[in-house]
């Protein structure tokens, strides 16, 4: 799903949980938005390239299979969950990754599409590990 739409549909997302959560919303709506911040942090990683107009048109265009975009793990949902139990900041940033998510599994599959990323840390490094 393209940024803008996320922005906007975590906008409205958020801001229909206001009545519930108050300003906490603003962690709900950055979580929501900026996870995808990994997107950014795989291109740099890997082609050494500050360019964000670049690392933006990669990810739209490339093909290419078993991209690791770390915050959309299983493991990094996991410990997302496991802090939430112990701070409540992190309740409001998984509630985010949790909505962020439901919009690109909606976008799969009306588009019908599948996200060529790597959905766990550990499967992506035993694939990608000379030593295994």
């Known amino acids: 799903m393209y940024p803008s739409r996320h922005f906007i549909l975590s906008l409205i997302f958020s801001i229909l949980l206001f009545p519930l959560y108050n300003y906490n919303i603003i962690l709900i709506f950055l979580s929501a938005f900026f996870i995808d911040a990994d997107h950014y942090l795989w291109y740099v990683l890997k082609f050494k390239n500050f360019n964000f107009r670049q690392a933006y048109n990669y990810h739209v265009e490339s093909k290419e299979k078993d991209k690791l975009h770390i915050a959309h793990t299983v493991e990094f949902w ?30 799969e599959l009306v588009k019908q599409t599948k996200k060529n990323r790597a959905l766990s840390i550990i499967a992506w490094l035993i694939r990608h590990s000379k030593s295994f």
């Open 78 to 107: 996991i410990l997302i969950l496991i802090l939430s139990f112990y701070f409540r900041f992190f309740y409001f940033i998984l509630l985010g990754i949790i909505f962020h998510n439901i919009l690109d599994l909606i976008y």
